[in-house]
């Protein structure tokens, strides 16, 4: 009987757990990555999309879905906030800036998200594409840029804004729904400001959302305005 209990209380010794096992797994618990800045961009459930006729996401439901978070990109934009405004930048896609309506799918300037947070520290000059009418070459820093090209208005007042909705037209194609897969565009827009231009200084912001992993996230920057 004595050496029965001498081998049951080893058995029983040789399955009680390493307490170094367990803090080690602790330390694993511990050490989860946390979720993205952006947690409100995640979505927690499925949605299903209702589409066009042409074939994108019908505008009550696009502004339902990107409203939100268009906005808080936007200000980020107005105030220069880059760290908030690269926190929603389309993580492998990055943002493409497109000068003039039409996007030029292989030319367009991308920035990925890191470029994006230090935005107005890079002094740098790029090649943007060309001035509408001289065909000049848009050489311009970041900064540069953003005047001429991004927040060249109070777009946080816009008089319009439109969900997958074109509000402005001009001489250029529209092409971004074709760029842009299956994306949510939201166009702030003004229909101009002098009375003298009759209407010819329109301007408008577009920002281009695209999903990915369940949230939505900026992956185009498109200033459109009257061209010759």
């Given at each position: 009987?004595?050496?029965?209990?001498?081998?049951f209380?080893a058995c029983s010794?040789?399955?009680?757990?390493d307490?170094?096992?367990?803090?080690?797994?602790?330390?694993?618990?511990e050490?989860?990555?946390?979720s993205p800045?952006?947690?409100?961009?995640?979505e927690?459930?499925?949605?299903?999309y209702?589409?066009?006729e042409?074939?994108y996401i019908?505008p009550?439901q696009?502004?339902?879905i990107?409203k939100?978070i268009?906005d808080?990109?936007?200000?980020a934009?107005?105030?220069?906030d880059?760290k908030t405004?690269a926190?929603?930048?389309h993580?492998?896609?990055?943002?493409r800036?497109?000068?003039?309506?039409?996007?030029?799918?292989?030319?367009?300037?991308?920035f990925?998200?890191?470029?994006?947070?230090s935005?107005?520290?890079n002094?740098k000059?790029?090649?943007?594409?060309?001035y509408?009418g001289?065909g000049?070459?848009i050489?311009?820093?970041?900064?540069?840029y953003y005047?001429?090209?991004?927040y060249?208005?109070d777009?946080l007042?816009?008089e319009?804004i439109g969900?997958?909705?074109?509000?402005s037209?001009g001489n250029a194609m529209e092409n971004?729904?074709?760029?842009?897969?299956?994306?949510i565009?939201v166009?702030y827009?003004f229909s101009?400001?002098d009375p003298?231009?009759?209407?010819m200084?329109?301007r408008?912001?577009?920002l281009?959302?695209?999903?990915?992993r369940?949230g939505?996230?900026?992956?185009?920057?498109?200033?459109?305005q009257?061209t010759?």
């Open positions: 009987a004595v050496v029965i209990g001498m081998l209380t010794e040789s399955f009680v757990e307490p170094n096992l367990q803090t080690e797994k602790e330390e694993e618990q050490t989860v990555p946390e800045e952006n947690t409100e961009n995640i927690s459930e499925a949605i299903e209702r589409y066009t042409e074939g019908v009550e696009a502004e339902e990107i939100e268009s808080t990109v936007l200000k934009i107005a105030e220069k880059v405004w926190a929603y930048v993580p492998e896609k990055g943002v800036f497109t000068p003039y309506t039409y996007v030029e799918k292989d030319k367009d300037i991308i990925t998200k890191d470029q994006i947070e935005f107005f520290d002094e000059t790029y090649l943007w594409g060309y509408d001289s000049d070459d050489l311009l820093t970041p900064s540069e005047e001429k090209f991004i060249t208005h777009f007042n816009a319009k969900y997958n909705t074109v509000l037209f971004q729904f074709e760029v842009y897969e299956n994306p565009i166009e827009y101009g400001f003298g231009y009759d209407g200084d329109w408008s912001l577009r281009v959302f695209q999903e990915y369940g939505w996230y900026l992956t185009g920057i498109i200033n459109n009257w010759i």
